[in-house]
């Protein structure tokens, strides 16, 4: 019963459009996420081996896997790698949030 709680308050959430951005973001996030944990795991690898191999401080490896994209170039040696790139694009959003916090 509790999840269904948590369902429809992600549900009601998700009607904010500046949630439901952050929300999608946090979902790519977690998908780069996941590749990373896969590679490590298929190839019985902890952070620190993988950090290892590429020229990355375990630290940064844990930040990563936690969702702290706070570092581009750590990502993308990491991502490089285990055979994946890094792609930024700033692309239109369906919520402008200058827009909102304009003073007139």
């Known amino acids: 019963m509790r999840l269904e709680k948590v369902d429809d308050h992600l549900k009601e959430k998700l009607k904010d459009p500046y ?13 780069i996420v996941k590749k990373i944990i896969e590679y490590r795991i ?15 401080t375990q630290q940064h490896i844990s930040k990563i896997e936690n969702g702290e994209f706070s570092n581009i170039i750590t990502l993308e040696k990491i991502l490089l790698f285990i055979g994946y790139t890094v792609k ?3 692309v239109p ?3 402008n949030m200058a827009q909102k916090c304009a003073i007139i």
């Open 19 to 31: 949630f439901k951005e952050l929300y999608g973001l946090e979902e790519q996030k977690l998908k």
């Open 42 to 56: 298929k190839h019985k690898l902890n952070q620190e081996q993988l950090a290892q191999r590429a020229n990355v």
């Open 88 to 90: 930024i694009q700033a």
């Open 93 to 95: 959003s369906n919520y």
